[in-house]
């Protein structure tokens, strides 16, 4: 026994000795390092070991601690390349082709992840994709990863350059803004692509933070400890028993081959209403396969004809079928549903319509105009809104599980933490659709995010720039009813108030119908303009006109604006200004008249003799909104009162 516990010994310190330098997976070929800054250059090896590290003309070496880890801090470095990095210790390690210039994280939810080719289909994507040769603009897709601990690295595949192969998987936002930059600054451009859709700004901040912040104390300390195995099996738990409270049940696996066909019965399946999300109806959140049925009836004289069907649109992917005939699929979320139904297909009586709809995360279902939902044979036109059967075939094992938005810290733990210290100029950030519930709190979570980030890395307040909301028909908010969409524009407003921070506002740029607006390439352009005017210097126009002061004047309010030096302008056919509203002490809104003079709006409305309040663009779609400065830049949504919001009470708690 002795004998054999020596052996075991002895082999377990021939590996030891034996194991190897190793580096962040940030570090591979290709790879972009942040220019005119100290570089800091990280891994792991055997305890006590020294490691070396060459890059240029520079070599410097470390000890590591006990844990293995190691840590070099080498000297600025001028734009340049390709460098090789050369880490040695027991083993050497080269990384070639490094780059030295400008290094961005580039975060948040799906409008930051929404890629150049792929589904989002952005505006001109196969000739954005066909002209991207850009080889010293470089990204690295940071996976997608969840984690209850803070991780030390992350997995991926290394830099890609961009060119036509790699563009389509390039976060579009991100490669919009590095190409304004690079074409200005002529050097190269590194993006860090760390970002997840659908996810909630807790997710990205850090435990501690939460910790040390009087308005999240409370909430962070009633975070469960609990275990992802565990967490899993609870959510698998909690799935069956939704599917058990639904339908009684998973669907039988033989049943679904079926369920497409007319002789199928559907009497006892689920009903909702289309067009309409299934989240905001039974049955609720829900990510996985659904099934929807309807029955139409068909006259004798149109059995047999040509026709086409429109199911407006369907998110994310359907399989459309009639009569048990596959007639047509589509896998974009946002692309109308128009297919043909050749002829002989329809029959005179009942015909059934079964839509299998896969649905990967947020909405699901038939949405979008009820107009665009119908059968049209001829002249003869059918209605397909109102009521449709569903039966599940299946929940997603991502909803089983635990997802990013399950427990705050989850992204930073998983997404963020393993990046630093990786040396970085800034951070560009598109989140905040999925906070637009509570919009106020996020006056607070937003900020703090962007606190935590900059205390971790250690570089000081190093900028950060955002995206303002865009415009979409969310919840048809507006200042009668109340918008979380204009209340979380105002809070992502006064987050302006903390150091070197820039918001390009894209109310001007949306889409009244989609939430994944596919003009990214101006996004992409303010973001950079902020960035070129703040952080390289360049005196260019980067803002458009921002509110600065109110003067009520008889039954009239005039309003000057900041960034308007050269004046303003309604970007507008008819050239009248669109947006803007006047109240009186009733706290009552209506649509007013608005002139420009110079730097100046005077505002004012039949209705209101005596003015107290003006709001501009405070609605969810704010898209007809157009005032801008003479550069060409939008005025963004704002409000001179501070009346009681619709999201003030809403708090964040752990569920």
């Known amino acids: 026994m002795k004998k054999i516990t020596c052996l075991s010994l002895s082999v377990l310190i021939t590996v030891i000795s034996q194991a190897t330098v190793t580096l962040p997976k940030l570090f591979t070929d290709g790879m972009v390092l942040q220019r005119d800054k100290t570089i800091t250059v990280w891994g792991w090896a055997d305890p006590k070991e020294k490691v070396s590290v060459i890059l240029n003309k520079q070599s410097k070496a470390a000890v590591t601690d006990k844990a293995g880890k190691w ?10 390349g390709p460098f090789t990095l050369t880490v040695k210790g027991k083993n050497t390690i080269t990384v070639n082709d490094v780059l030295i210039g400008e290094v961005w994280i580039c975060s948040g939810q799906s409008n930051m992840e929404m890629p150049i080719g792929g589904w989002g289909l952005i505006n001109n994507y196969q000739q954005e994709i066909a002209n991207a040769n850009y080889p010293q603009i470089r990204q690295f897709a940071v996976p997608k990863k969840v984690s209850l601990e803070p991780q030390a690295d992350v997995e991926g595949d290394g830099w890609k350059v961009c060119n036509s192969a790699n563009a389509p998987a390039f976060s579009a936002v991100a490669y919009f803004f590095a190409r304004d930059l690079y074409n200005e600054l002529k050097v190269p451009v590194g993006l860090i692509n760390t970002t997840w859709g659908g996810t909630m700004v807790e997710t990205w ?26 967490l899993q099996r609870a959510r698998a738990t909690q799935a069956t028993a939704k599917l058990n409270k639904l339908q009684g049940g998973p669907a039988n696996p033989g049943e679904i081959k079926t369920w497409n066909q007319p002789s199928f019965n559907d009497n006892n399946w689920g009903t909702l209403n289309a067009p309409g999300v299934w989240e905001e109806q039974e049955p609720g959140e829900l990510d996985g396969i659904v099934w929807l049925r309807k029955t139409i009836e068909i006259s004798a004289e149109d059995a047999g004809k040509k026709a086409v069907i429109e199911l407006a649109m369907i998110d994310d992917k359907d399989e459309t079928y009639l009569n048990g005939k596959l007639i047509g699929s589509t896998a974009l979320y946002n692309a109308k549903r128009v297919y043909e139904i050749p002829a002989g297909i329809l029959t ?45 075939e299946k929940i997603s094992q991502e909803q089983a599980g635990v997802t990013p938005n399950s427990y705050p810290t989850l992204l930073f733990n998983g997404m963020i933490n393993p990046l630093i210290p990786y040396t970085v100029r800034g951070a560009i950030w598109y989140q905040g659709e999925t906070n637009a519930g509570r919009s106020y709190e996020y006056r607070k979570s937003f900020p703090l995010m962007i606190t935590d980030w900059r205390q971790r890395w250690k570089l000081g307040d190093f900028p950060f720039y955002f995206v303002q909301l865009a415009s979409f028909r969310a919840n048809n908010g507006d200042s009668e009813k109340g ?66 002061s109110f003067k009520t004047e008889g039954d009239r309010v005039v ?36 002139t420009i003079e110079g730097n100046k709006v005077i505002v004012k409305s039949p209705n209101v003799r005596q003015p107290v309040a003006v709001r501009f663009g405070w609605a969810d779609d ?26 003030e009470a809403v708090k964040y708690t752990i569920q």
Request: hydrophobic share 35%; proline share 4%; net charge neutral.
């Open 348 to 392: 005179a009586g009942k015909n059934v319509i079964a839509v299998r709809v896969t649905d990967g995360g947020g909405g699901g279902g038939i949405y979008g105009d009820a107009a665009d939902l119908k059968l049209t044979i001829g002249s003869n036109v059918i209605p397909l809104k109102g009521k449709w059967t569903y039966r599940i």
């Open 483 to 548: 918008s979380g969409w204009a209340e979380l524009r105002e809070a992502q407003l006064q987050t302006l108030s903390l150091p070197n921070t820039g918001m390009a506002v894209t109310t001007d740029i949306g889409d009244t119908k989609d939430i994944h607006p596919k003009n990214k390439q101006d996004v992409g352009k303010r973001l950079a303009a902020i960035a070129l005017n703040q952080t390289y210097n360049k005196g260019n126009a980067f803002s458009g006109p921002v509110y600065q």
């Open 205 to 230: 901040t850090s435990r501690e933070a939460y910790e040390n912040s009087p308005e999240f104390k409370e909430m962070i300390n009633r975070m469960p400890k609990v275990d992802l195995t565990e």
């Open 559 to 594: 309003l000057t604006f900041s960034h308007a030096d050269n004046g303003l302008m309604a970007k507008d056919k008819y050239g009248y200004v669109k947006g803007f509203e006047i109240a009186g002490a009733d706290q009552k809104f209506y649509f007013a008249t608005a």
């Open 622 to 647: 704010a898209v007809d909104d157009n005032l801008y400065n003479k550069e060409g830049f939008p005025a963004g949504p704002f409000r001179t009162d501070n009346w009681k919001g619709i999201t």
């Open 71 to 80: 840590t070099v801090t080498l000297a600025a470095e001028s734009a340049g």
